[in-house]
């Protein structure tokens, strides 16, 4: 029960730093209006996290978690078209939800200060995905009628290939976010690409 409580406590600040974050950007953001926004002592926000930057990164962390116990949940057993596809939309609600692209645009605005936030926050997010993914494609590539020269290269561009020219439109807000018909007909026509182009 006590853990269960301090988790929710966890998420609960987790969520309130986000909506600051989002709000008003990383620097305006001190842990006294987190505190408040999340409804928790001081006391508390520390127990669970030392610094501001170890919040954007569990804020991150949280954002990524369906995508995470997606990548996970891919079989073998399965076909490797639906598992790119259950990737490829987890991929795509995350890279295209409001908050994904605020904390994105918020990062990319903190690195040019500090280019150690912005390297550890690879890590934690698009390297990590890169990583699960690569992992998967190696799994595949052990199958014989499956071989691709270059796994990560492999990663890379279906990773690329899913945010595209899309992507950038929305950070810059030049289109609004893509409908659930649109992301569909992305997804497929990405992963259909990606298996006529580097499944041999």
Known sequence: MKTELSQSKRLQIIKGATDQFVKYGFHAV?????????SVSKATLYKHFGSKDDLLFAVIDELCTDLW????????????????????????????SEQGLA?????????????????????????????????????????DSVYMIDIPVAADAFCSLLRGELHFQCLLGCRP????SEKETHINQVVLSFIRGWLK
Do not use: W
């Not at 996970?72 to 990737?87: D, P, Q, T, Y």
């Not at 890590?123 to 190696?138: D, R, V, W």
């Not at 976010?177 to 659930?180: H, R």
């Open 30 to 38: 001190s842990m006294d209006k987190v505190t408040q926004a999340a």
């Open 69 to 96: 116990e997606t990548m996970e949940a891919v079989s073998l057993n399965s076909s490797i078209e639906n598992n790119l596809k259950m990737i490829a939309s987890a991929f795509i609600d995350l890279y295209f």
């Open 177 to 180: 976010l893509p409908s659930l």
């Open 103 to 143: 904390i994105y645009r918020l990062v990319i605005s903190e690195c040019h200060n500090s280019p150690k936030l912005g390297e550890l926050v690879y890590k934690i997010s698009a390297g990590k995905i890169n990583f699960q993914l690569e992992a998967y494609l190696l799994k595949i590539n052990q199958i």
